[in-house]
Nanobody, 124 residues
Framework: VQLQASGGGLVQAGGSLRLSCAAS?????????MGWFRQAPGKEREFVAA????????NYAESVKGRFTISRDRAANIVYLQMNSLKPEDTAVYYCAAHRSAVGSSNYYDYRYWGQGTQVTVSS
């Protein structure tokens, strides 16, 4: 059971990145809600975005609304996080996670499986 996050990197403020999260087993996430969290140095891990099993329901942290978009390709078993208008305060390690149920949530403890994280650095 493994979630692989990728797509992080260094970008200037105002730029964009797209993160991807792929599961190692097809059946792992196709019926699960999925989420993205992030953790900056010295801070707690915080919720970024979540999506339900079929993509019909999404929710976002206030700090990223209107700038980030979570989506999923169930056929490919991949979840994406499109990040636009990036700000230096978005700098963090970003983690994807599989929810215990078919819907996503902002609660860290509702997630069962976690990826290894991908670093996003936004320069001013």
């Amino acid at each position: 059971v493994q979630l692989q996050a990728s797509g992080g990197g260094l970008v200037q403020a105002g730029g964009s990145l797209r993160l991807s999260c792929a599961a190692s087993r097809r059946t792992l996430i196709s019926n699960n809600g999925m989420g993205w969290f992030r953790q900056a140095p010295g801070k707690e891990r915080e919720f970024v975005a979540a999506i339900s099993w079929n993509g019909g329901i999404t929710n976002y942290a206030e700090s990223v609304k209107g700038r980030f978009t979570i989506s999923r390709d169930r056929a490919a078993n991949i979840v994406y996080l499109q990040m636009n208008s990036l700000k230096p305060e978005d700098t963090a390690v970003y983690y994807c996670a599989a929810h215990r149920s078919a819907v996503g949530s902002s609660n860290y403890y509702d997630y069962r499986y976690w990826g290894q994280g991908t670093q996003v650095t936004v320069s001013s």
